[in-house]
Nanobody
């Protein structure tokens, strides 16, 4: 089992930055099996969408809406991943969730979510 805990959300004005963190704990065996590390978000009335993903070997993908503004990264030593969000916009308002999975089609573990609200 793997537990994921997000932090770093909040209420901010447009244009500022936030950094979200997702700390993983639990079975070392399970944690080490994970190959995909993702951030999703869900805005009110909308479906959950992928924001960014990073693989164990360092391949990274971003949603078009956040390219150039958000950066995903991992700290392997501390089993933590981050989402640096710059130039925030009101449309970035959502609950942000971290997720890890063994493979590209695996979404094994989810965090509880952290609210990000961007005011104009």
């Amino acid at each position: 089992q793997v537990q994921l805990v997000e932090s770093g959300g909040g209420l901010v004005q447009a244009g500022v930055s936030l950094r979200l963190s997702c700390a993983a704990s639990g079975s070392s065996f399970s944690i080490n099996r994970m190959g995909w590390y993702r951030w999703f978000r869900q805005a009110p009335g909308k479906q959950r969408e992928l924001v960014a993903a990073i693989t164990r070997v360092g391949n990274i993908i971003y949603a078009d809406s956040v390219k150039g503004r958000f950066t995903i990264s991992r700290d392997n030593a501390n089993n933590t991943m981050y989402l640096q969000m710059n130039s925030l916009k009101p449309e970035d308002t959502a609950v942000y969730y971290c997720n890890v999975g063994i493979g590209p089609q695996s979404y094994d573990y989810w965090g509880q979510g952290t609210q990000v609200t961007v005011s104009s």
